[in-house]
């Protein structure tokens, strides 16, 4: 796997993007590229809510795509934000669902709303992208 540094953010930071297989592994390698991101960047205070993120986005992407890979990139959109984003082959949106306690599956999305700034969905001709924001204090 090789990691590619993507363009630079309008605060002149860096971020960073890699192509994964849609596979339950490729979370592990994108919370580890997430590691490595926010200790460059000095912001490690939002490492545990931007692994637990990342981990979900591309649990939905391997789970939801029929596409054999995807794409995950995080930037810092601001001095103490980063944005992560998951972009698959399916240009179906994610739900937000509001289970019953019984059931086992389902709450990734309730988990992005409570640890997120903001989220959201893009959709485009060749699948779509999920991205979330990272900041401090956003989960309070």
Same mark, same amino acid.
């Given at each position: ?47 545990? =809510?931007? %692994?637990? !993120?990342?981990?979900? $986005? ?8 029929? /596409? +054999?890979? &995807? ?16 972009? =698959?082959? %399916?240009? !179906?949106?994610?739900? $937000? ?8 599956? /389902? +709450?990734? &999305? ?31």
């Amino acid at each position: 796997m090789t990691m590619t540094a993507a363009r630079a953010t309008s605060i002149g930071e860096p971020g960073y993007s890699q192509a994964f297989s849609c596979v339950p592994e490729s979370s592990r390698h994108a919370r580890d590229l997430v590691s490595t991101a926010l200790r460059v960047w000095g912001l490690e205070a939002l490492l545990d =809510d931007a %692994s637990l !993120v990342t981990s979900e $986005l591309v649990a939905n992407a391997v789970q939801h795509s029929a /596409g +054999r890979c &995807l794409v995950f990139s995080i930037e810092r959109s601001a001095q103490f934000r980063v944005r992560v984003r998951v972009t =698959d082959q %399916s240009r !179906v949106r994610p739900v $937000l669902r509001c289970p019953s306690e019984e059931e086992t599956k /389902g +709450r990734g &999305l309730l988990l992005l709303s409570a640890l997120a700034a903001d989220w959201g969905t893009d959709v485009h001709t060749s699948g779509k992208t999920v991205w979330a924001d990272i900041a401090y204090g956003a989960a309070t």
